[in-house]
């Protein structure tokens, strides 16, 4: 079932924060879940310490684990907020009460109140709750676990050593150490991952995989700094599909991003590991070409327009032959990057007016 994308009427006077999004909300999710596990380890870990010291209480540290457990697929991603809102309450209440009876009971030399620390992470990076809110908790929380600590003697019947209680107090101490490493270090995996993904997202075109205009602008004004100081050659191709409008009408837009795909493959095929191929603009291919001379780029788009014309896309049932008209320009000295683009531009128009299906040189001489 599709998890709706409205908020539920009983979450309206929620406030919204603007760091909302679905990442957080999912990543939240499997934040709980984590929450769950790490339960699942510290309430049997009580109730062996409890046990070995005598106490009853390991079996309510045991019941405690088995009613927090069936929360885990309750709390998954593909639950709908319906669901998962009410699971998560019922989850830290549970963690709540737990908390708060065991601190009574065993006071506060049991160090249980400490476990309240290991419940920050999970407020912090909650999705649907307000930055005011989010701080209000925090610090009813630190409120909580101070009063705990100066007020709780625990009750004359829990009949606990003093070592036994420092055992206790160490374990929980532990516990909240790992807890709050685990569920922070997981959140820094989380976002390096998105950062990666979004630093592909936003230097690689989506379809063809080659760079993007805004990546290849970068490469290409480092490039036209390097090859003036050590005083190398610099060209650019800019190669154009000739009449790709008309694949598009008459094949479909499916088609028309197939060989798009197509001719990137042939144009990275050609050129070399040090060059770089980028989708300049819809039909539009951008390619550096370092250390080579007018001459010798004249040649690479000589060849990527043969290559293109000898290979017709095989796709959809239908062998579609292409071609491509392409403008060749050298970097001059004193010239700025987009003055070199521009002069590969002209060249390539140069072509598309005479014949299409060429390359056409800009003579720096010229212009
Ligand atoms: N399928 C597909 N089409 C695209 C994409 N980006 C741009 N186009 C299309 O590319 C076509 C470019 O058409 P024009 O600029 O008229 O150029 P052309 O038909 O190649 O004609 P000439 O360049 O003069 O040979 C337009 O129909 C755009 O919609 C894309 O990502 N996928």
Not at 20 to 49: E, K, W
Not at 87 to 93: I, K, N, Y
């Amino acid at each position: 079932m599709m998890e709706s994308t409205r908020m539920p009427s009983f979450l309206s006077g929620v406030e919204r924060d603007p760091l909302d999004t679905d990442f957080i909300r999912m990543n939240f999710r499997s934040f709980v879940q984590r929450g769950i596990l790490i339960i699942m380890v510290v309430n049997p870990l009580h109730a062996l310490v409890l046990w070995l010291n005598h106490s009853a209480w390991w079996q309510l540290s045991l019941m405690a684990m088995f009613i927090q457990l069936p929360f885990y697929p309750l709390c998954g991603q593909q639950r709908s907020f319906a669901v998962f809102l009410p699971s998560v309450l019922a989850l830290f209440s549970m963690v709540a009460v737990y908390i708060w009876l065991f601190s009574e009971h065993f006071g506060s030399s049991a160090g249980f109140h400490y476990l309240i620390m290991s419940l920050i992470p999970l407020v912090i990076f909650a999705g649907r709750i307000g930055l005011r809110l989010k701080v209000l908790i925090c610090l009813l929380m630190a409120i909580g676990m101070f009063m705990a600590e100066l007020k709780l003697p625990g009750t004359t019947t829990n009949s606990m050593s003093t070592e036994a209680l420092e055992q206790l107090r160490i374990l929980n101490l532990l516990i909240c150490f790992i807890s709050i490493s685990m569920l922070t270090f997981t959140h820094f995996v989380t976002v390096s991952r998105i950062q990666s993904k979004l630093q592909y997202l936003a230097a690689y075109d989506p379809l063809t995989q080659l760079v993007n205009r805004r990546r290849m602008g970068q490469l290409a004004e480092q490039e036209v700094l390097q090859s003036r100081r050590q005083q190398y050659p610099l060209s650019v191709i800019l190669a154009d599909v000739d009449n790709f409008k008309m694949i598009n009408d008459r094949h479909g837009h499916p088609v028309g991003d197939v060989a798009l795909q197509h001719v990137s493959e042939l144009i990275s095929a050609i050129a070399r590991d040090t060059d770089s191929c980028c989708r300049w603009g819809g039909e539009e291919f951008l390619v550096l070409l370092p250390h080579t001379n007018l001459q010798g780029a004249i040649q690479v788009a000589e060849r990527i327009r043969q290559q293109v014309a000898a290979t017709p896309l095989n796709a959809h049932d239908l062998e579609l032959e292409m071609q491509l008209t392409l403008g060749v320009a050298m970097l001059m000295p004193n010239e700025k990057l987009a003055e070199l683009i521009k002069r590969a531009d002209t060249a390539l128009y140069e072509g598309k007016r005479a014949s299409r299906n060429c390359v056409v040189k800009s003579d720096p001489q010229s212009s």
